[in-house]
């Protein structure tokens, strides 16, 4: 039998079966994943390579896994775990397709910094990335201009962006929509407002929310564990929020192909391997000195450089 993994606490799993029935299950010792003949609804592939990669690897089940099970005795038994076609680390989460990445317009203030991190770090997965911009209602409209002005600069990039409030969901439609037919997941730091939002799209789901403390600037974790919920015709995670990203798996070569809003002014470059940092004849900078890059863009990819930099020496 085979489902998919939507929500573990500690060493149990809730699976949804092929039927769209919910049953309750425990992981046997050792698990390694398989390739089951024939590709299922819930089946993902990935090369033959990596398959054969999977099959010898010993792992641990996590929430968007597609599993077999099997019923021993009074209980259900993960026995295998089919090929991720996607494997997150944070949030810890397997097979998502699209992440909306929630940033709030106030409290915690909107940080281009962070979203330049998420969207570096996330670079490498094949993913369809959205931005959506919370509690809207909170701050003046010259604000939200300010904002939205700068986030279409992302939108020329390829990443699409929704305003939506706890109030009135302003674009609630368009991103049901974007649900159908995908595995979603719902990222960003503490307390911009994720578990409010899953409240707004899903009637009667009442997820804990918190308001942010005054006093450290930031929200207490109100989602302890990650779970995948059925929404028009797709599912979709709430994860635990976090306050920190870091670089320690990524290399300077990943960040140049990361900022792919640099990758129409590389052919311009004097050299082939340039940084994009301090040397002469550089395409990028000189989009730069046009207007044609954003500043906070190039700047924020200077700081990721020295960043990774730092961490390479470390190790």
Known sequence: MIGQIIKQISNQYTILT????????????????????????????????????????????????????????????????????????????ANVDQLFL?????????????????????????LNIVIILTKTDKVNDKDIQALTSRLDYYKHMGYEYLRLNAKTLEDKDVLLKMLTNHVSVIAGQTGVGK?????????????????ISKALGRGKHTTRHTE???LNGGLIA??????????????????????KDFNQYKPSCKFQSCAHIHE????????????????????????FYNEIKSVKRKY
């Open 18 to 93: 092929h039927d769209n029935k919910l049953i309750e299950a425990i992981a046997r010792g050792k698990l390694r994943y398989i390739e089951l003949d024939g590709q299922s609804s819930f089946y993902q592939s990935v090369s033959s390579k990596t398959k054969k990669e999977m099959k010898h690897q010993q792992i641990s089940p996590k929430v968007g896994d597609i599993v077999t099970y099997t019923f021993v005795s009074d209980h259900y038994v993960i026995q295998d775990i089919q090929p991720r076609k996607t494997d997150l680390y944070r949030p810890d989460i």
């Open 102 to 126: 929630v940033f709030s317009a106030t409290s915690p203030e909107f940080s281009f910094v962070l979203l330049d991190k998420f969207l570096t770090v996330l670079s490498s997965y094949e």
């Open 195 to 211: 578990s409010t939002l899953l409240n707004g799209l899903i009637p009667n789901l009442n997820l804990a929310t918190q308001e």
């Open 228 to 230: 995948l919920y059925p």
């Open 238 to 259: 709430d994860t635990p929020g976090f306050s920190k990203l870091s670089f320690e798996q990524f290399d300077i070569e990943a960040l140049n192909v990361a900022f």
């Open 280 to 303: 002469p004849s550089c395409g990028v900078k000189e989009a730069l000195d046009k207007g044609l890059i954003m500043q906070s863009r190039y700047d924020n990819y200077v700081s």
